[in-house]
């Protein structure tokens, strides 16, 4: 059974940072295209950022300079550094795996909240 657990999330100033985790169990982070996206009610959910099996990374306009994507294969972990934080990047985050087409798997999400 594969499943994708977020942690990490909460109240955040305007200009500080986070880290966000994810782990993975049933499914290895490295066989796939893994990504973080992220939701507020009454919009679709955005990708933020992915990063691809030989460790290539992008990221969406709003995320370039502030985030960073990584991930640890020892621990079969994907993490979503966040600085700069902006009261806009308020949302729920969510990590997920597949292909760049089509993410098969998906975590329950973090709630993430900028404060200004």
């Known amino acids: 059974q594969v499943q994708l657990v977020e942690s990490g999330g909460g109240l955040v100033q305007a200009g500080g940072s986070l880290k966000l985790s994810c782990a993975a169990s049933?499914?290895?982070?490295?066989?796939?295209?893994s990504a973080w996206y992220r939701q507020v009610p009454g919009k679709e959910r955005e990708l933020v950022a992915t990063?691809?099996?030989?460790?290539?990374?992008n990221y969406a306009d709003s995320a370039k300079g502030r985030f960073t994507i990584s991930r640890d294969d020892e621990s079969n972990a994907l993490y979503l550094q966040m600085t700069g934080v902006k009261p806009e990047d308020t949302a729920v985050y969510f990590c997920?795996?597949?292909?760049?087409?089509?993410?098969?798997?998906w975590g329950q999400g973090t709630q993430v909240t900028v404060s200004s």
């Open positions: 997920a795996a597949g292909t760049y087409t089509k993410m098969e798997y």
């Open positions: 049933g499914i290895p982070f490295a066989a796939y295209v």
């Open positions: 990063i691809a099996t030989m460790g290539n990374t």
